[in-house]
């Protein structure tokens, strides 16, 4: 189960939104989503879970480049809604680079069905052969100014999303939206 809103800082305080995202095709038109709902350029979180799975933050500052951070990258991956947060640059990719690149796989026999124990953590592979990492990624220091540390962040778990409308103040807020 998905769970995503929106949370505009405003100057009385947090405003939450219901926000679907059936829609959203990209991670630029999920910032656009942000932007419409603070007109005065503050501040726009979008929260978004899949229960016991991960979640994603995206920060909205105005114009800005939006900042992100995903708690489980692998998990989000298999999630149409964590896709649009992956994006290349997230994760280390050269953008635009949708197939795999023969001559650089690695053909060591390992191919029909023996494992390679070197691999067995290294990430989930995607349909362009790149592999997503398991754990966080993106900008960690994505609240740290809102007072979520880094660490807290990443110590974040299954209500991860309540604990950072807790911190934030705007608790009360998220829950109407629930």
Do not use: C
């Not at 009385?12 to 989503?33: C, F, I, P, Y």
């Not at 592999?131 to 993106?138: K, M, S």
Request: overall charge negative; aromatic content about 4%; glycine content about 10%.
């Amino acid at each position: 189960m998905y769970f995503a809103a929106l949370l505009a800082r405003t100057e009385d305080g947090w405003e939450a939104s219901d926000t679907e995202l059936d829609d959203v095709e990209t991670l630029s038109d999920l910032a656009d989503l942000a932007r419409e709902a603070s007109p005065d350029e503050d501040t726009v979180l979008v929260l978004i879970e899949q229960e016991n799975s991960w979640f994603g933050v995206v920060r909205v500052d105005g114009e800005e480049d939006p900042r992100i951070y995903v708690s489980d990258a692998a998990a989000a991956s298999r999630s149409s809604y964590g896709e649009i947060l992956l994006t290349d640059e997230l994760l280390g990719r050269e953008p635009g680079n949708d197939g795999t690149d023969l001559d650089a796989l690695d053909l060591d026999g390992t191919e029909d069905g023996e494992p390679d124990d070197g691999d067995a953590d290294e990430g989930v592979v995607t349909g362009s052969g790149d592999a997503v990492p398991h754990g966080p990624v993106g900008d960690p220091q994505v609240l740290e100014d809102l007072g979520v540390s880094e660490k807290e962040l990443r110590a974040m778990t299954e209500d991860a999303l309540g604990e950072i409308a807790e911190a934030l103040g705007a608790s009360e807020v998220l829950e109407t939206v629930r």
